[in-house]
């Protein structure tokens, strides 16, 4: 049972590329998160998704855009690639709105 | 508004002294409350969580945490610290009118000194 997968677990993008997130999970869990991880900022949630074909915006969505067209996938999508987006890139998933939620590895993206 | 406050973003004890980490929060309605573990360059992990079933509860390595509604507290404790302690521990909590988002504490990073 691989849980919840995120790829790629580096990157190193230039200002103005765009990448694609990829995250994936096989517990058939409803919810599903993108959150960023900043030194002493704690977790801020950028999108979530309670279902497949609802997504909805969390804390600080700019810059970033999500689509969930399968209960599977919830991929994360940065269009012009700012410095301000590097930072640590988690996925989760969860049953319910208020259960535990399952965490991927992590994708540690800098842009230069 | 639901928020999580942790006292003390760097935390240190030496092996086998009492760890307590501490978790207040605040939120309008009946709270989930949960902590995670992360190691260096891993994802979360859940220790433990609260859904109003005990006010005492015991999570995965020896840790458990007591929710006490009066004080919207919910400290991380452990009686023996061990080496593989050392990480990073967030609090998080919920609750119905979180609008299914988990609110994070900023972190404490136990330290744990030989």
Redesign the interface.
């Known amino acids: 049972n691989a849980g ?1 997968t995120q790829t790629p677990k580096f990157r190193i993008l230039k200002i103005g590329q765009s990448m694609t997130l990829q995250c994936t999970q096989d517990m058939n869990h409803n ?1 599903m ?1 993108w ?1 960023r991880q900043d030194p ?4 801020k ?1 950028i999108y ?1 998704s ?1 279902g497949a074909g609802i997504t ?1 915006k ?1 804390e600080v969505p700019n810059g970033y855009n999500v689509s969930r067209s399968t209960t599977e996938d919830f991929p994360l999508r940065l269009e012009l690639a700012a410095p301000s987006q590097t930072s640590v890139y ?1 996925c ?1 998933s969860s049953y319910h ?2 259960g ?7 994708t540690r993206l800098t842009v230069v | 508004a639901q928020s999580v406050t942790q006292l003390g ?1 760097h935390v240190s004890v030496s092996e086998g002294a009492l760890v307590l980490l501490r978790c207040n929060y605040s939120s309008s309605v009946p709270p ?1 409350l ?1 902590w ?1 573990v992360q190691y260096p ?6 220790l433990l ?1 609260y ?1 109003s079933a005990a006010t005492l509860v015991k999570g995965i390595n020896g840790f458990e945490a007591e929710f006490k509604k009066s004080e919207t507290s919910f400290h991380l404790t452990k009686p023996s610290a061990h080496m593989s302690d050392a990480a990073e521990y ?1 609090c998080a909590v ?3 009118n ?5 609110y ?4 404490t990073s136990l330290t744990v000194i030989p």
């Open positions: 919840v919810y998160y959150y002493g900022m704690g977790l949630l979530y309670v909805d969390g988690f989760a709105s208020t535990s939620a399952f965490f991927g590895q992590g | 973003s989930y949960f995670y360059n891993q994802g979360l992990q859940l969580k859904t967030f919920s609750d119905q979180t609008g299914n988002q988990f994070f504490g900023t972190g």
